[in-house]
């Protein structure tokens, strides 16, 4: 029987996790949506990679509250690979589609990328803020569908620069290898080749694809001088979304759990 789940974060949990409160969105979806009631037993997941066994113990508007019988398994266990998926900014509901198959796919975090030939471009940081929140909100909604107990990071935009300072710095001052590549339509290697070079099962990757308009000759210098492998999929020039999402999947199959 598929599970009716439901998404509340870890403050929605009282201190003895022995009961939980839904808010807005998903209390209404509980109460009006699926028309469950009192005594109906349900599954919540955190957002961190908990979940748990439930029974509805008041159903109200806008709010319900809900009982823990017992803390379970998630639906669907989690990748062995922490994959960073990093996607130049896309138009439309393009980027929308990047993320919600990245969740399904099981990627751990998502992060914008203004490049130099980006689709769009960011009017402010409000714009930015209202992109994000939409995408955090496709997220949630993947990884309730996908019956993932961990939903995606969606990051705020960041620019090339940044990104390739940013991976670098960070996993060089960890300690951790630094398993990045970027991934182009031309004067890369194949991920075969790309594979050889690095651990045989890592468990950090970060993943960068383009947009439509491709890397400028600056882009792919600064990323090789940077420490990046870059990689080409094929002959065939795939479409920014179908790219990130072809490698997405094919990481997964190599390294975390798709198989």
Not at 53 to 63: A, G, M, N, P, V
Not at 189 to 199: D, N, T
């Given at each position: 029987?598929?599970r009716?789940?439901?998404?509340?974060p870890?403050?929605?949990?009282?201190?003895?996790l022995?009961?939980v409160?839904l808010a807005?969105?998903e209390?209404?979806?509980?109460?009006?949506v699926l028309?469950?009631?009192?005594g109906?037993?349900?599954?919540?997941?955190?957002?961190?990679g908990?979940e748990?066994?439930?029974?509805?113990?008041e159903?109200?508007?806008?709010?319900?509250l809900l009982?823990?019988i017992?803390?379970v398994?998630?639906?669907?266990s989690e990748s062995?690979l922490?994959?960073?998926?990093?996607?130049?900014?896309?138009?439309?509901?393009?980027f929308?589609?990047?993320v919600?198959?990245?969740?399904?796919?099981?990627?751990t975090?998502?992060v914008?990328?203004?490049?130099?030939l980006a689709?769009?471009?960011?009017?402010?940081d409000?714009d930015?803020?209202?992109?994000v929140?939409?995408?955090q909100r496709i997220?949630l909604?993947?990884?309730?569908?996908?019956g993932r107990a961990?939903?995606?990071?969606?990051?705020?935009p960041?620019?090339?620069a940044?990104?390739l300072q940013n991976v670098g710095g960070?996993l060089?001052?960890a300690?951790?290898e630094?398993?990045?590549l970027?991934?182009?339509?031309?004067?890369?290697q194949s991920?075969?080749?790309a594979?050889?070079?690095?651990?045989a099962n890592?468990?950090l990757l970060?993943?960068l694809?383009?947009?439509?308009?491709g890397?400028?000759?600056?882009?792919?210098?600064?990323a090789?001088?940077a420490g990046?492998?870059?990689?080409?999929?094929?002959?065939?020039?795939?479409r920014?979304?179908?790219?990130a999402?072809?490698?997405?999947?094919?990481l997964q199959y190599l390294y975390?759990?798709?198989r």
């Amino acid at each position: 029987m598929t599970r009716r789940r439901f998404y509340a974060p870890p403050s929605a949990f009282n201190s003895n996790l022995d009961s939980v409160t839904l808010a807005s969105d998903e209390a209404r979806h509980l109460r009006d949506v699926l028309r469950l009631k009192t005594g109906d037993e349900v599954y919540v997941f955190d957002g961190k990679g908990k979940e748990f066994h439930c029974r509805i113990e008041e159903s109200r508007r806008d709010t319900a509250l809900l009982k823990v019988i017992s803390e379970v398994d998630p639906a669907r266990s989690e990748s062995p690979l922490q994959l960073t998926l990093a996607v130049a900014l896309l138009k439309g509901e393009k980027f929308d589609l990047v993320v919600q198959k990245a969740t399904e796919l099981g990627v751990t975090r998502v992060v914008p990328v203004v490049t130099k030939l980006a689709d769009i471009r960011l009017r402010d940081d409000s714009d930015a803020a209202r992109r994000v929140a939409r995408w955090q909100r496709i997220a949630l909604e993947a990884a309730k569908q996908s019956g993932r107990a961990v939903v995606p990071e969606i990051a705020g935009p960041i620019s090339f620069a940044a990104l390739l300072q940013n991976v670098g710095g960070n996993l060089q001052n960890a300690g951790a290898e630094l398993n990045c590549l970027m991934f182009s339509e031309r004067e890369g290697q194949s991920i075969m080749e790309a594979k050889a070079a690095l651990p045989a099962n890592p468990s950090l990757l970060t993943a960068l694809v383009g947009s439509e308009g491709g890397w400028t000759d600056e882009e792919l210098a600064a990323a090789r001088q940077a420490g990046w492998t870059i990689v080409t999929l094929g002959g065939r020039t795939l479409r920014a979304e179908t790219a990130a999402i072809a490698v997405a999947a094919l990481l997964q199959y190599l390294y975390g759990d798709l198989r």
